[in-house]
């Protein structure tokens, strides 16, 4: 099975959206990157990792923030340069990153608005993965090791932040149907039998191209 | 190919939803319910299908027309008796005879809250078709015969008023991805892509019960 497609995967935490763009990568052959994108940034732009993994899928929240992190936008006497927080320049290099690696070839991408900064290359597919509150709880504590008593806070803080981070940066909505062309609840189908239809689906939009509904 | 599961589709106006749901329908050789279910709920009842029809995927919307509706809940003298808005009421009768065509047997239901009113019957998958506004644009001009002009706009109103009906009835929220099990484009995969998806997903699904993810 080969394919010509980028996917972009957008994922709630504890569902298991990780897992699925590595399995179908693997399945297809193809680069997966997810946190490997820090890394690649840090090279690509000669900035720390530390940088970018500090500021890893997080919106400049907030005046305090900003003015913690020494980046708030001041007058700059005469000259009245503004300089752009922090967050957002370590956003605008690694959608630098990601373009540059989607002009490559096929790959997986997890996460990291990479469906909006690729909203104008073609052979792109858009893929949420979510699940049920109580399956995404179960493994938290089962799979990634989190206390039985976080494992729900740290679901519904991580998505938020990730809502977020996703709301902040593009002019779509995180968790809409519409935001992506295919969303799956992992709890259904189980991390393989996502890849499995993912891959369905690529076989058949690729047969659909350019036809109407 | 056999299934043991009740689909339900929501849809939005212009994506070829109910298109979909008529396929899968036949693929599988189950029952279809969608402006039938209009009739069913009349003839369950005893009511006219005048009355089904008019508030049909329509919430109990204002004051207004409650007032001119003539069934505002009054106070109503010493008893204290206030009827229900009669859109509620309607909505509690196609309730009960979704419920009870759900219980008969694997079957296509579109729309009118169907995934909300049967959540706690098992076998149940709940499917949502969106597309992007030009392609839907484009089938209600060239399929539905809606007048160039006004088809932005038809596709808009109709899906509020559908988030509208179902956000008012269930405690979930229209077009959101985790109210569904899968979500699809309907631009990217064509009516029988999409049919055709549903099936593998159904497959996959009917494998992986009552595993965790």
């Known amino acids: 099975m080969s394919t010509e497609t980028v996917f972009t995967i ?6 298991g959206g990780r897992k699925v763009g590595k399995t179908l990568a693997e399945k297809l052959g ?12 840090a090279r690509d732009s000669g900035l720390s990792e530390e940088l970018f993994a500090n500021a890893d ?21 005469a000259l009245g340069v503004t300089e752009m927080p922090l967050n957002d320049q370590l956003f605008l290099i690694q959608s630098k990153t990601i373009k540059r690696l989607a002009s490559l070839g096929p790959c997986v991408i997890v996460g990291r608005c990479a ?8 052979n792109v597919t858009n893929i949420f993965i979510h ?21 729900e806070d740290v679901c519904l803080k991580t998505d938020k932040q990730r809502a977020n981070f996703y709301n902040y940066y593009s ?15 992992s709890g259904m189908l189980g991390i393989e039998g ?19 509904i």
């Open 171 to 185: 002019d779509r909505k995180w968790g809409m149907c519409r935001t992506y062309d295919l969303s799956l609840d």
């Open 131 to 151: 699940a049920k509150l109580a399956d995404r709880v179960k493994r938290a504590i089962d799979v990634y090791g989190i206390a039985a008593g976080k494992a």
């Open 30 to 41: 193809i680069p997966f990157y997810d946190k490997e994108l820090i890394a690649i940034s």
């Open 10 to 15: 957008g994922r709630q935490f504890g569902s």
């Open 57 to 77: 899928e997080k919106a400049t929240s907030s005046i305090f923030y900003s003015l913690v992190m020494g980046n708030y936008p001041m007058a700059s006497g």
């Open 194 to 212: 996502c890849a499995d239809l993912i891959i369905h689906f690529d076989k058949l939009s690729t047969a659909h191209k350019g036809l109407p």
């Open 115 to 122: 469906d909006y900064i690729l909203r104008e290359q073609e």
